[in-house]
C-alpha cells in the first residue's frame, strides 16, 4: 500500500479550512466564492463539496475531464477526485463543505446512484431550481453563523438541497432508464469501485451479482455500450491518473498498489488504453 511519506499533497482534510473559522467543529462549512480563483496543482478531498455558481465564468477538471463554468451551475465533488479549475474574474459562488459521516445524514436525499453523479458532475439549473438553492444555502450559511446552532436543522436543509439537486439532474441523466431497468450494472460498478486494485476478472463480480460472467458481460454491452472487462480497465485507469498526477511514487510502486505485479505490463496496459505512457502522462501540464 502506498504510505503517507510518499504523498505531496495529494489529500486535503476538512481541517485545512476550518482554521481560523469560529465554528471549527462543525461538520459542515461555508464558503463563498468571489472573484477569480486558480488551482493548478490537481488534488484530492477527503469529504464531500457541493458547489453552486450564481454569475460564474471559468472552467473546472475533475478527474481528468474538463467542464466549463457558467452561470447557474452545480458542481458535486466526491471525496478521492482529482481536480483543478480556473475561475475566471467577476465570479460568484458558494460552497458546503461536507464531513463524510455527517454527509450520510443525507445521502439517500440525492435519489439516484453516486455512479451517476461521478459520471455528470455539473449539472445545470433551471431559474426556478437555482433560486430554491441559493436560499437554502443562504440559509444554511444563517444556521451556522447563529449561536444556538442545530445540526439537524442543517442536515435537513442539506436534505432539501439534495432533492433540488436530483430533480434537475434526472433532467440530464441520459442513461437513466437503464439504471432503473437494471440496477445489477449499479451494483457492478459499486462493487469495481471497491475491489479493482485486487480484482481485476469478471467472473469475480458475477459471482457477486449471482450471475454468469458471460451474462454480466451481455448486460453491460446492452446497457452501456461497452465490455464488463472494459468497464474494470476504466475505473483502473482513473486510479492510475489520479495516483500519478497527485503523487510523488515511482511508477512501479503505482502498478502494484493497482495489482500488476509486473511493472512493464502496467506501463503497456496504460498506454493502450490512454495513448501515452505513465511517465509521460505524469509530466504533462
Excluded at 426556478?128 to 436543509?157: V, W
Excluded at 430533480?167 to 449499479?186: G, M, Q
Aim: charged share 25%; with cysteine; net charge neutral.
Amino acid at each position: 500500500m502506498l504510505t503517507n511519506k510518499n504523498k505531496h499533497i495529494p489529500l486535503l482534510g476538512l481541517e485545512e479550512f476550518r482554521k481560523d473559522r469560529l465554528h471549527s467543529k462543525e461538520p459542515l462549512l461555508f464558503n463563498e466564492l468571489h472573484g477569480e480563483r486558480h488551482i493548478h496543482k490537481p488534488h484530492q478531498h477527503d469529504f464531500f463539496i457541493i458547489i453552486l455558481f450564481d454569475q460564474a465564468k471559468g472552467n473546472h477538471t475533475i478527474d481528468f475531464k474538463e467542464y466549463q463554468i457558467s452561470n447557474r451551475q452545480i458542481h458535486l465533488l466526491f471525496p478521492g477526485q482529482v481536480h483543478t479549475w480556473n475561475i475566471e474574474p467577476e465570479t460568484t459562488g458558494y460552497q458546503l463543505m461536507i464531513d463524510r459521516h455527517f454527509f450520510e445524514r443525507f445521502s439517500a436525499s440525492f435519489r439516484f446512484s453516486f455512479v451517476e453523479y461521478h459520471n455528470h458532475p455539473v449539472i445545470e439549473l433551471e431559474p426556478d431550481s437555482f433560486k430554491l438553492l441559493h436560499y437554502e444555502f443562504d440559509a444554511i450559511k444563517n444556521e451556522l453563523a447563529a449561536e444556538d446552532s442545530l445540526s439537524e436543522l442543517i442536515s435537513s436543509r442539506t436534505a432539501v438541497i439534495a432533492s433540488i439537486i436530483s430533480k434537475s439532474a434526472a433532467k440530464i441523466f441520459t442513461d437513466l432508464n437503464n439504471y432503473e431497468a437494471e440496477p445489477r450494472i449499479v451494483k457492478f460498478q459499486q462493487l469495481i469501485d471497491v475491489s479493482f486494485k485486487e480484482q481485476k476478472l469478471v467472473s469475480f463480480y458475477a459471482a457477486k451479482l449471482h450471475i454468469s460472467a458471460n451474462y454480466l458481460n451481455i448486460l453491460c454491452k446492452k446497457y452501456l455500450k461497452i465490455s464488463a472487462t472494459q468497464l474494470i480497465q476504466q475505473r483502473t485507469v482513473l486510479e492510475a491518473k489520479r495516483l500519478l498526477k497527485t503523487t510523488t511514487v515511482s511508477v512501479k510502486e503505482i502498478a502494484f498498489e493497482l495489482g500488476f505485479i509486473d511493472h512493464a505490463y502496467f506501463s503497456n496496459f496504460f498506454k493502450t488504453q490512454t495513448g501515452t505512457t505513465p511517465t509521460d502522462f505524469r509530466d504533462l501540464l
